[in-house]
């Protein structure tokens, strides 16, 4: 089925918001609507059910990359990788061939329903995984953070047992001074509790959810570590990770420690300085079925070559990709994605033909990459990271674009983990003009600089900026902003609610795009690069690759 996509409107009246690039100091006042409804028709074209949730490997991928390379191509983009506007991404689907199976024995027999009070999954590559009667043992968070002074693994042999750990990290509402206290380090991420049970030898690791330190609701694990899922392809099939990984909802979990004679608060209990782990006096049994496919996936690049300085480059990302189709809510099964993310691919490929309408052309080259499978683990920016097509020493920012908020203006922008590196001081310059705040995380609990792909290019050194709308939404107060923000986060995150309509108002999408498109243009003219705050764990990485 061939896929329609509206044209693109012409930039009314945007001349004076690029004479403002270019150095005019005069305030603008207002986000231009011409490129708020650019934008708007992109997320029009990114969120049809036509494009069937755009899942990696799907028809819904076909198009959704055809329809952004042919953008780049429309605007007189150089194909970004070797004469191509693709990057191959090797992946595995592994897809539960069965409904999983858990049985927890002990003092008392729990029965596990899965997508009710448990999921698990395997990402090893073989077709089933039988585990018989591993005995279980609490070990806290499940972190080993030598800065920090904590082992929850400390004299604990995991090896044939089954770790169950908290969500978050000890800093997370302690009456004390933990880790970074609210703000989650990435000890905390779901995906660290994972690496770190692997690392110890654990046969099995489950992480037991909250909603509060979790920041989202049973719903979005329901929806998100269920059915199939990618993983980029390694030598040794993922045989080094644990034989499951999965969650189980707070009121088994409580069960479980109440039978060990843990019945205070579990996060207390597991922040206490001098905690060991508990042995549950129960044993686990899973068992997960597999079919798996090999296949690659695509991220999808293209280049404005620079006028004088071509080999250094300003990154722009943002993901493609969605959960496709998927379990029905309210009678809706395909999961459009149209905050997340539409909106930043709408927003970059808006940037990019801001960038071919100037008339001086910039001085480095600007890319723009628009990768897979973020949302199956940050995969394609994963991928290119460890595969870059431009030197990462080379490349002075990644500005990335993720779930741009669609309720309109703010006077207040939120920069993700803000204060690791420079590229925030250059935000709060271009915002004085209109007399916009720049704050941090709006909700630093929930470990966003993880979550998103500007991570993969922090964790290989590259200052990366992931901006967004505030709260004080313009014509109303902030209570009406931050009501806005907990309702999408609530109804619509990873819910096939989270769809296009024309009523969605772009404004504030066009905000960032526009201070996202002044910042790569401002570095794009100049000649030093950014760098890490003291104190960032990315520094050493970024010294280290600029011969410091």
């Not at 509402?173 to 206290?181: I, L, M, N, S, Y």
């Not at 129960?282 to 080999?311: D, E, R």
């Amino acid at each position: 089925m061939k896929l329609n996509a509206p044209g693109i409107l012409a930039f009314a009246g945007i001349a004076a918001f690029l004479s403002g690039c270019a150095g005019n100091s005069k305030k603008e006042t207002a986000t231009d609507t011409a490129l708020a409804a650019d934008i708007k028709q992109h997320i029009a074209v990114l969120a049809n059910d036509s494009l069937l949730g755009r899942k990696p490997f799907s028809v819904g991928e076909e198009k959704t990359i055809a329809y952004i390379a042919a953008q780049f191509k429309k605007m007189g983009l150089e194909p970004g990788n070797n004469g191509s506007y693709y990057q191959d991404v090797p992946m595995v689907e592994i897809k539960l061939a069965n409904v999983p199976t858990m049985q927890i024995s002990g003092k008392t027999s729990l029965k596990m329903e899965a997508g009710v009070n448990f999921v698990a999954a395997t990402r090893r590559e073989v077709p089933t995984v039988e585990l018989k009667n591993s005995p279980l043992v609490f070990a806290g968070y499940g972190i080993v953070a030598p800065e920090y002074k904590w082992n929850d693994y400390a004299n604990l042999d995991v090896k044939g047992k089954t770790v169950v750990v908290l969500v978050n990290d000890p800093g997370f509402r302690a009456p004390e001074k933990f880790f970074k206290g609210d703000t989650m380090t990435y000890y905390g991420r779901w995906t660290y509790k994972y690496e770190e049970a692997a690392r110890q030898g654990a046969a099995g690791v489950i992480i037991v959810h909250q909603t509060e330190p979790a920041s989202y609701g049973w719903q979005v694990i329901q929806n998100s570590f269920t059915g199939s899922k990618l993983y980029l392809q390694q030598a040794d099939k993922h045989m080094n990770r644990c034989q499951f990984e999965g969650w189980i909802n707070e009121e088994t979990a409580k069960k479980l420690l109440a039978d060990a004679g843990v019945t205070e608060d579990m996060r207390a209990y597991a922040r206490k300085k001098d905690f060991k782990a508990v042995p549950l006096n129960s044993t686990v049994s899973v068992s997960i079925k597999n079919s798996l496919k090999y296949s690659t996936s695509h991220n999808v690049i293209a280049t404005l070559k620079g006028s004088t300085t071509p080999n250094e480059y300003i990154l722009y990302s943002a993901h493609w990709d969605h959960f496709g189709i998927n379990k029905p809510v309210a009678g809706d099964s395909i999961y459009n994605g149209a905050v997340d993310n539409a909106s930043g691919v709408a927003s970059i490929l808006s940037i990019a033909k801001l960038f071919t309408q100037q008339k001086e052309k910039p001085k480095r080259s600007i890319v723009f990459l628009s990768v897979t499978a973020e949302e199956q683990g940050l995969l394609g920016s994963e991928y290119y990271g460890t595969h870059p097509v431009y030197p990462l020493n080379k490349t002075v920012a990644d500005l990335n674009m993720d779930a741009l908020s669609d309720f309109g203006e703010t006077s207040d922008f939120s920069i993700t983990g803000k204060g690791q590196n420079d590229l925030d001081d250059y935000i709060v310059e271009l915002t004085k003009p209109n007399g916009w705040t720049v704050v941090g995380d709006t909700k630093p609990s929930s470990g966003s600089y993880y979550r998103s792909d500007h991570f993969n290019f922090a964790k290989v050194g590259v200052p990366a900026l992931d901006l967004h709308n505030g709260a004080n939404a313009i014509g109303h107060d902030e209570a009406w902003g931050k009501a806005k923000l907990k309702e999408y986060n609530e109804k619509h995150y990873h819910q096939p609610s989270d769809s296009y309509s024309d009523t969605m108002n772009t404004l504030g999408m066009a905000q960032t795009t526009e201070l996202m498109f002044k910042l790569g243009y401002k570095l794009s003219n100049e000649t030093t690069f950014p760098g890490w705050k003291p104190g960032s764990e990315f520094k050493a990485i970024r010294d280290k690759d600029m011969g410091k």
